[in-house]
């Protein structure tokens, strides 16, 4: 399978082109040379201006004082004293400043991988120390914070400012073998791309049944990072993909409607894509307890009803929230042991029980988008073994969601269709030139 390239949009062209021309170059190439005359050698001498060092991303310059600026990924198991000796830092005053700050005591919270940049003077003093906060979100509306803590003087300032991000183009193309995931990773296309084009087609396609060996991927696909860092770049989202599954071609561009940064999947025919829920919050599991009004408890031993479906998966499989929407509880309750409820709109509700965890800093009262991780798949509560049970109610009622039909997202404008119409004609041909080059690696 082919590496994904990063490159952006109309690099994909130039490649092509240049290929084409390699290829007429081979074609000729034993044609003969004609020697031509070359011009007599010669000297040129030109002045260039040093332009001055550029601060790194996050750390502000203090006039006066010289320093050298350095970054370092965190290593695990790292603390704050152990990372500042790697930066060359012997400051007390600034460890004691980060202990008793609030906004700077986040940086206490180390995450391994993650860049730190720091301004270090020759005393080993710092002058200036930036590092991002929380994960990148996919969501361009939020991009998240960046703490900065500046030296003044004798004294310190903590402050955080929105993340400025980086952002690539990727793109590959996938053959199934076995499995999609199995497929992408052959491919050298990151697992989270997978995991999207099961969220996309969610409904549509069956990835425990429908797929067969042949069956071909062509996404296009975003990547962000923190601009400056040293961190390799994360998956934001698709932005196009074809996927042929057993005969049949899935299509999906993402458009952003309005100002805001928030956009949905269509097809190539302004068809909306985006159901109000998730079918299954759990990704490729299989179902091991349908919803049933009369089912054998396999703990408590008597008939009962059963007001959910269980996947089942392994422990620590990643479960995502069905839907946008606000976290009512979350905590432990008797017999669904740790368990999670969101509130979503028009009286609609969902739960997700037996967990092993919940994703980090997920509190009530926040506020999830559909696809977010909450928590993790274990076997806490009146269990028999790991899985996921999922609960959907609707004005309190419970309700099958394997079988409830989900309403579609709000059909496109005339506007939006006119803006949608260009974007998807250019991330169409530029798909098709990934099938260009599928095609010649074949052949």
């Not at 550029?54 to 790292?78: K, L, M, T, W, Y």
């Not at 030296?151 to 400025?164: K, V």
């Amino acid at each position: 399978m082919s590496q994904p390239a990063l490159l952006s949009f109309p690099k994909v062209a130039t490649a092509v082109a240049v290929s084409l021309a390699l290829a007429a170059v081979t074609a000729f190439g034993t044609a003969p040379l004609r020697e031509i005359e070359l011009p007599p050698a010669g000297t040129l001498v030109e002045t260039v201006a040093f332009a001055p060092p550029i601060p790194a991303a996050g750390a502000d310059p203090v006039e006066g004082v010289e320093a050298f600026r350095r970054s370092e990924r965190i290593q695990r198991g790292e603390t704050l004293a152990s990372l500042l000796d790697r930066l060359g830092a012997t400051d007390s005053e600034f460890q004691k400043f980060v202990a008793a700050d609030a906004r700077a005591r986040k940086l206490m919270q180390l995450q391994a991988g993650r860049t730190v940049s720091a301004s270090i003077d020759d005393a080993g003093r710092v002058q200036s120390l930036g590092y991002r906060l929380g994960s990148l979100e996919t969501d361009p509306a939020r991009p998240g914070n960046r703490l900065t803590i500046v030296r003044d003087g004798e004294r310190f300032q903590a402050r955080e400012e929105p993340l400025m991000l980086e952002r690539l183009v990727a793109a590959g193309v996938a053959e199934v073998r076995t499995s999609l995931f199995a497929a992408t990773d052959a491919a050298g296309i990151p697992e989270s791309v997978a995991s999207q084009v099961a969220d996309i087609l969610d409904g549509q396609v069956d990835f425990g049944r429908d797929l067969r060996r042949g069956d071909t991927l062509r996404v296009v696909y975003e990547l962000v990072r923190e601009a400056g860092s040293l961190d390799a770049p994360t998956v934001s989202r698709i932005l196009a993909m074809e996927f042929t599954v057993n005969g049949t071609r899935h299509e999906a561009v993402w458009f952003e409607r309005g100002e805001s940064g928030h956009g949905e999947y269509f097809a190539f025919d302004g068809r909306g894509l985006r159901k109000a829920f998730l079918q299954r919050p759990v990704e490729f599991t299989r179902i091991s307890s349908g919803f049933s009004n009369a089912r054998m408890h396999p703990i408590l031993g008597y008939t009962r009803e059963h007001k959910g479906v269980d996947f089942s998966a392994p422990a620590g499989t990643k479960v995502r929230s069905s839907g946008d929407g606000v976290v009512e509880f979350v905590g432990q309750q008797r017999g669904y042991g740790n368990v999670i409820e969101i509130r979503h709109r028009n009286q609609i509700s969902t739960l997700y029980a037996h967990l092993s965890g919940f994703a980090r800093s997920l509190t009530r009262g926040a506020t999830v988008a559909q696809g977010e991780v909450i928590g993790f798949v274990g076997s806490t509560g009146w269990s028999t073994g790991p899985h996921l049970h999922y609960e959907f109610k609707v004005n309190g009622e419970h309700v099958d969601p394997l079988s409830i039909v989900m309403p579609e997202s709000t059909p496109l404008d005339a506007a939006e269709r006119a803006q949608f119409a260009a974007r998807a004609e250019g991330l169409r041909t530029r798909l098709a030139q990934l099938e260009a080059v599928q095609l010649a690696r074949f052949e």
